[in-house]
């Protein structure tokens, strides 16, 4: 398993260091950004000093609901929202006195 990833990491690097958006099925997508600092013409744009960095982007795969024509993101799809309980106050939160003997 652990050469498996490795490989992995060793062909996205190649990959991403190439421009090319990365597809895992199932799971989502990564691409590079640049970090930039604006220029006041395209002809006053220079790589060498506009561009000041690069990150990583990740977009977890969606599904279509063709329903109500919304996506969703794969990891949380089904996911129930549920409300608890409110948290009671304890000590110097509910007015009882907060010292320690």
């Given at each position: 398993m652990y050469a498996v990833l490795k490989e992995l990491?060793?062909?996205?690097?190649?990959?991403?260091?190439?421009?090319?958006?990365?597809?895992l099925d199932g799971f989502g997508s990564f691409k590079v950004g640049?970090?930039?600092?604006g220029a006041d013409t395209v002809k006053d744009f220079s790589?060498?000093?506009?561009?000041v960095g690069a990150r990583l982007n990740f977009q977890p795969e969606t599904h279509r609901n063709a329903a109500d024509r919304t996506r969703r993101k794969a990891f949380i799809q089904g996911?129930?929202?549920?409300?608890?309980?409110?948290?009671?106050?304890?000590?110097?939160?509910?007015g009882e006195g907060g010292e320690t003997p």
């Open positions: 990491v060793n062909v996205m690097n190649r990959h991403l260091h190439n421009g090319n958006r990365v597809v640049l970090k930039t600092k790589p060498a000093t506009n561009i996911i129930e929202v549920k409300m608890v309980g409110e948290k009671k106050p304890t000590g110097a939160e509910s």
